[in-house]
């Protein structure tokens, strides 16, 4: 062969890798024995210092836990990347469980390890060179022994966290509003937002009232914007985060699990529960809906009723900008009504003054039918003590058949949903509690925001607004006919 052809030959041959990375990764499922990343650092670069290998590229996972495959390891796929790619000789990781947590990962890590002839090289343990079948055969089994250790590892979190939620613990996780960074004890400021937004969204008040409020206070949520100039920084609320603070049981001093309230909590409660429960069953019945918690802008929107077909009325439709002023309309196609806006606002909240000014006014807050919520506390507890006691009987009873245990179970939670229920109904405050007896009804009735005027409307009486004819400017009280709930 000619000299310049085999010049060119070998010019063409890819140089070996040399580099190592090192691989360091600590769980948030961490063992006594579980090595800090900067411990992990310090032997990884020993070791490779005493071998004098090359230095590569070290790649970090910090508090990401094996057991949870739907986590991302940003560190592992940099590394796969560069590993794929042929870049890297050697890989320096504590241990294989460190390394791999399912079997994706364990052959995507194999099949590069040995197309590309690399060692595996472990601080507690030895050197697997992954080129051979012996070093291939050695990692497998290491590999499954590494993924049983995983599966034991969270069985016993999942185990651990039952406990915890059983005996009303916290286990940790990002701090939750209304309460300090422990989450064990009251944040002032927040709580009494949270105490009050209850009070608010059960007497009417929209959620995205309620976002408004909280960020004009200057108060933010645990999150954080992931993307864009300001990336890190905390969100605004919106009516879909002030749902999950609501909706969330911790509140009322009860602890969660899976989803699941498992009993009371040992951190101070922000409200009764059953004001919680009030809430909750609201929103639980909006799930899904796209408008749900959207704050409505004019008072009689979706409260009122068309006088023709009994359609609820909105507000707009037309060109309003060009007749200078609002207006209500059914909400029907080629609605039955088009009426001015304001004028019927201001009738409808003359009613309502005029009708809560009266000396008979405080009888409208007297609900008869109210159950007792401090008896139905009782019973709720009676029965969740009933359901742990007979879990724990089928776990020790041999006689107790699976299908008795279930039948027994259902009843139990059959009850429960029911009391639980009731609790909601006797949750509920009162609309009308802020202007009944107050000295000046027309001033708390100004001072109220739309929402909760609204809820009073809706609370007192049936609206419905009456066509009239053509070429009729003035407002006609009879042409809004009010009727009393």
């Given at each position: 062969?000619?000299?310049?052809?085999?010049?060119?030959?070998?010019?063409?041959?890819?140089?070996?890798?040399?580099?190592?990375?090192?691989?360091?990764?600590?769980?948030?499922?961490?063992?006594?024995?579980?090595?800090?990343?900067?411990?992990?650092?310090?032997?990884?670069?020993?070791?490779?210092?005493?071998?004098?290998?090359?230095?590569?590229?070290?790649?970090?996972?910090?508090?990401?836990?094996?057991?949870?495959?739907?986590?991302?390891?940003?560190?592992?796929?940099?590394?796969?990347?560069?590993?794929?790619?042929?870049?890297?000789?050697?890989?320096?990781?504590?241990?294989?469980?460190?390394?791999?947590?399912?079997?994706?990962?364990?052959?995507?890590?194999?099949?590069?390890?040995?197309?590309?002839?690399?060692?595996?090289?472990?601080?507690?343990?030895?050197?697997?060179?992954?080129?051979?079948?012996?070093?291939?055969?050695?990692?497998?089994?290491?590999?499954?022994?590494?993924?049983?250790?995983?599966?034991?590892?969270?069985?016993?979190?999942?185990?651990?966290?039952?406990?915890?939620?059983?005996?009303?613990?916290?286990?940790?996780?990002?701090?939750?509003?209304?309460?300090?960074?422990?989450?064990?004890?009251?944040?002032?400021?927040?709580?009494?937002?949270?105490?009050?937004?209850?009070?608010?969204?059960?007497?009417?008040?929209?959620?995205?009232?309620?976002?408004?409020?909280?960020?004009?206070a200057g108060l933010r949520s645990g999150q954080t914007k992931w993307a864009g100039p300001d990336k890190g920084q905390p969100t605004a609320w919106s009516h879909d985060t002030v749902r999950l603070v609501l909706r969330n049981?911790?509140?009322?001093?009860?602890?969660?699990?899976?989803?699941?309230?498992?009993?009371?909590?040992?951190?101070?409660?922000?409200?009764?529960?059953?004001?919680?429960?009030?809430?909750?069953?609201?929103?639980?019945?909006?799930?899904?809906?796209?408008?749900?918690?959207?704050?409505?802008?004019?008072?009689?929107?979706?409260?009122?009723?068309?006088?023709?077909?009994?359609?609820?009325?909105?507000?707009?439709?037309?060109?309003?900008?060009?007749?200078?002023?609002?207006?209500?309309?059914?909400?029907?196609?080629?609605?039955?009504?088009?009426?001015?806006?304001?004028?019927?606002?201001?009738?409808?909240?003359?009613?309502?003054?005029?009708?809560?000014?009266?000396?008979?006014?405080?009888?409208?807050?007297?609900?008869?039918?109210?159950?007792?919520?401090?008896?139905?506390?009782?019973?709720?507890?009676?029965?969740?003590?009933?359901?742990?006691?007979?879990?724990?009987?089928?776990?020790?009873?041999?006689?107790?058949?699976?299908?008795?245990?279930?039948?027994?179970?259902?009843?139990?939670?059959?009850?429960?949903?029911?009391?639980?229920?009731?609790?909601?109904?006797?949750?509920?405050?009162?609309?009308?509690?802020?202007?009944?007896?107050?000295?000046?009804?027309?001033?708390?009735?100004?001072?109220?925001?739309?929402?909760?005027?609204?809820?009073?409307?809706?609370?007192?009486?049936?609206?419905?607004?009456?066509?009239?004819?053509?070429?009729?400017?003035?407002?006609?009280?009879?042409?809004?006919?009010?009727?009393?709930?």
């Amino acid at each position: 062969m000619p000299p310049h052809r085999l010049k060119r030959k070998v010019a063409d041959v890819e140089p070996e890798p040399s580099e190592t990375d090192i691989y360091l990764r600590m769980s948030e499922d961490r063992d006594d024995d579980e090595l800090g990343i900067e411990r992990q650092r310090e032997r990884a670069h020993k070791m490779r210092e005493a071998r004098d290998w090359p230095m590569g590229v070290e790649h970090v996972d910090n508090d990401r836990s094996a057991a949870d495959h739907r986590k991302r390891r940003p560190g592992f796929e940099a590394m796969m990347e560069r590993v794929e790619a042929g870049k890297v000789k050697r890989i320096i990781a504590r241990r294989m469980d460190r390394l791999i947590r399912n079997r994706h990962d364990q052959m995507r890590l194999f099949t590069a390890a040995e197309q590309h002839r690399m060692m595996l090289c472990f601080i507690d343990g030895g050197d697997l060179d992954m080129s051979t079948p012996m070093g291939q055969m050695i990692a497998d089994f290491l590999a499954g022994q590494a993924r049983a250790e995983i599966k034991l590892k969270g069985e016993r979190q999942e185990d651990a966290q039952l406990q915890a939620a059983q005996q009303g613990r916290r286990v940790g996780g990002r701090k939750p509003f209304g309460y300090m960074p422990n989450g064990l004890e009251l944040h002032p400021e927040e709580a009494a937002a949270v105490a009050k937004a209850y009070d608010d969204f059960n007497a009417g008040v929209k959620l995205g009232t309620i976002a408004r409020e909280w960020n004009a206070a200057g108060l933010r949520s645990g999150q954080t914007k992931w993307a864009g100039p300001d990336k890190g920084q905390p969100t605004a609320w919106s009516h879909d985060t002030v749902r999950l603070v609501l909706r969330n049981p911790r509140n009322a001093g009860l602890r969660r699990y899976k989803g699941q309230v498992v009993g009371k909590a040992i951190w101070p409660k922000i409200v009764d529960e059953e004001i919680w429960a009030a809430a909750e069953a609201t929103l639980s019945a909006r799930t899904g809906h796209p408008t749900a918690g959207r704050a409505n802008q004019q008072l009689l929107t979706g409260v009122a009723l068309c006088g023709v077909c009994g359609a609820t009325v909105h507000a707009g439709g037309g060109n309003t900008a060009a007749r200078g002023y609002r207006i209500y309309r059914c909400s029907k196609a080629g609605g039955h009504i088009s009426r001015k806006l304001d004028p019927i606002d201001e009738f409808v909240s003359a009613v309502v003054v005029a009708r809560l000014s009266r000396p008979d006014a405080r009888e409208l807050l007297t609900d008869r039918k109210r159950p007792d919520a401090v008896e139905l506390n009782k019973q709720l507890l009676s029965i969740l003590n009933r359901r742990d006691a007979l879990a724990a009987e089928f776990a020790d009873d041999d006689e107790m058949t699976p299908s008795q245990f279930r039948t027994m179970n259902k009843r139990l939670n059959d009850r429960l949903a029911a009391v639980e229920a009731e609790l909601a109904d006797a949750g509920r405050t009162s609309v009308l509690g802020p202007l009944v007896g107050a000295e000046d009804v027309q001033a708390v009735w100004d001072s109220l925001v739309t929402d909760r005027q609204r809820a009073v409307i809706d609370t007192l009486m049936t609206v419905r607004i009456m066509p009239v004819g053509r070429g009729r400017s003035m407002f006609r009280p009879e042409s809004v006919e009010v009727t009393p709930k």
